[in-house]
């Protein structure tokens, strides 16, 4: 083991990396908070500038899987569609089958140049989660309570609202509603059984209305099919990517232009539904032979997220630094506490963000059966 990949297993580097995340994350969140003033004079220079800031705060994920633990992302498309990345509004679906899904979207956003204004449509519980839903809120991010009834309404206005964005903007949907389990894989086939819908070997059952709604309110944009596996049939994580872990990615994008589906809200769900067969076909044929249909590309990483992470670290680690040596110099029992007692804290802080990734500590959304459609 060399150096640096010792470096990599440390705690003291995890607690590091995480202090300037998290504090980083604080003063963008300020920042953001100031910049409100700007929506009633000038809408689209706020959001423009909320894009960048949130790129400085998710571009420091991205770095910790490109240029810490290296992982390999692949695309499998073709040239046609490579080329319109980074130029059009674009709806997502993607499979949410890994803990690091999002994560594996994030770095094609970056490297097309579309990080900071990438949307979701999020559970509302992420809202009050530090960080991430406090910077979402700023982004206009769509939140639903996974119950459409009371969703509706927020999910339309929402999405109307996002209508004119000044920037390119790649909308993810997780049309699944939650993570794959095999509990939640059990019960959404009997689902599918009760509905009459074909059974799918490794995804749920799709959820339909975010889908139809989402290309009933954003016409003139596209969707992108997303399907990703990852190579040795690895199930990564984001403790594993802190821990410099190095995975292979792989995901096979398919563009559909919004005009080909339909815009009746029935047959956008069968059209869906047809989609999800689809991506099952793909998932047996990557498990049987070790990959995806389509043409190769590698898009190079940028060098942008590791560049903002070095400023956040010279930034905050040199006062941080220059602190502790100062609460050890003192020989002050009490100081030297209270000094430990805001590691333990930072520790357990950076701990509990990173639960919010892991598939076991998941929503039990799905875990469920009901028997009224969608």
């Known amino acids: 083991m060399g150096f640096i990949a010792f470096l990599k297993t440390q705690f003291i580097v995890h607690l590091l990396i995480g202090f300037v995340f998290v504090v980083s994350g604080l003063i963008i969140n300020f920042i953001q908070l100031c910049t409100l003033v700007l929506w009633p004079i000038n809408k689209q ?9 949130a790129y400085s705060l998710w571009s420091q994920l991205v770095m910790l899987l490109e240029w810490w633990s290296g992982t390999e992302c692949t695309l499998f498309s073709d040239e046609a569609t490579v080329n319109t990345f980074g130029k059009e509004h674009v709806i997502i679906i993607l499979n949410h089958n890994f803990e690091i899904d999002f994560l594996c979207g994030w770095t094609m956003t970056e490297r097309f140049g579309v990080l900071g204004s990438s949307k979701v449509l999020a559970k509302k519980e ?3 989660v530090p960080l991430i839903g406090w910077t979402w809120y700023f982004l206009e991010i769509v939140f639903c309570k996974r119950k459409w009834e009371e969703d509706r309404d927020t999910v339309i206005e929402g999405l109307k609202r996002l209508a004119d964005y000044p920037e390119y903007m790649w909308f993810l949907l997780y049309c699944e ?5 095999e509990t939640k894989h059990r019960i959404s086939m009997e689902v599918a059984e009760s509905k009459g819908l074909p059974k799918l070997k490794y995804h749920l059952l799709p959820r339909t209305k975010g889908f139809t709604t989402a290309v009933q309110c954003l016409r003139g944009t596209a969707v992108y099919d997303v399907t ?6 690895k199930n990564p994580s984001l403790l594993g990517i802190l821990y410099g872990k190095k995975y292979e990615a792989d995901m096979c994008v398919r563009r559909f232009p919004l005009e080909d589906i339909p815009q009746d809200e029935k047959e956008a769900a069968n059209w869906l539904h047809k ?12 498990n049987q032979e070790g990959t995806f249909p389509g043409q190769q590309f590698k898009p190079p990483r940028r060098p942008w997220t590791l560049v903002n992470f070095l400023f956040w670290a010279t930034v905050l680690l040199s006062p941080l630094f220059t602190f502790g040596f100062g609460v050890f110099a003192s020989g002050s029992p009490l100081l030297i506490l209270a000094f ?11 701990r509990r963000l990173i639960g919010v990734t892991e598939i076991e500590k998941g929503s039990s959304y ?3 059966e009901f028997k009224k459609k969608e």
């Not at 509603?177 to 389990?181: A, C, E, I, L, Q």
């Not at 990703?228 to 049939?233: D, T």
């Open 45 to 53: 220079f706020y959001r423009r500038v909320n894009c960048r800031l």
């Open 126 to 128: 992420l809202l009050y």
């Open 177 to 181: 509603g939650t993570r794959f389990t």
């Open 228 to 233: 990703l596996n990852f190579r040795g049939n």
């Open 275 to 286: 989609l999800y067969q689809e991506k099952d076909a793909l998932q047996e044929m990557y």
């Open 340 to 350: 430990l007692g805001f590691v333990g804290a930072a520790s357990f802080g950076v």
């Open 366 to 368: 799905g875990n469920q």
